[in-house]
């Protein structure tokens, strides 16, 4: 039977347009969701992070990059006790200032929060039971005070 070449014409035509539509599917479908556990907070901040070199991104991708890497390690440091919040979701100024939170023990303790924190209580966003917003105001109160008196002569 002899092969006719027309049919073979068809045949690649066929394959390259079918090939040309699972891709143009693959690209425009919308992401899955990922299916990640309480504890698996890595998996999830690896399929939210924007693939390659920070430099490389741009101002947008930078900045959901560093905000996953914050959240990570405050995942981290929580999972380790290390960081205690008093606020949700937990500030990010104790991180970047002192690498670790204990704004939820100094809350309890009645001291002084951070001030990211103090303005999410202003927010109504306070994780600590039997603590009130006008509670931390005060206590930031008083502080000011005894530092203004100091540095009266």
Not at 96 to 113: I, Q, S
Not at 120 to 148: C, P, S
Request: with cysteine; glycine share 8%.
């Amino acid at each position: 039977m002899p092969r006719r070449p027309s049919l073979r014409l068809l045949a690649l035509l066929m394959s390259l347009f079918l090939t040309a539509c699972a891709a143009y599917q693959a690209q425009h479908a919308p992401p899955r969701a990922v299916q990640a556990g309480p504890e698996d907070v890595s998996a999830t901040l690896e399929a939210i992070r924007p693939p390659g070199d920070f430099t490389a991104l741009g101002d947008d991708a930078q900045i959901s990059r560093i905000k996953g890497e914050v959240e990570h390690a405050k995942e981290n440091l929580a999972s380790k006790g290390q960081y205690s919040c008093c606020v949700r979701p937990a500030c990010s100024q104790c991180l970047l200032k002192y690498g670790h939170c204990r704004c939820r023990e100094a809350v309890k303790k009645d001291g002084p929060c951070c001030g990211e924190c103090t303005e999410a209580w202003i927010e109504g966003r306070g994780a600590v039971e039997g603590v009130t917003a006008w509670q931390i105001l005060e206590k930031k109160r008083q502080i000011l005070e005894e530092a203004n008196k100091k540095k009266q002569p």
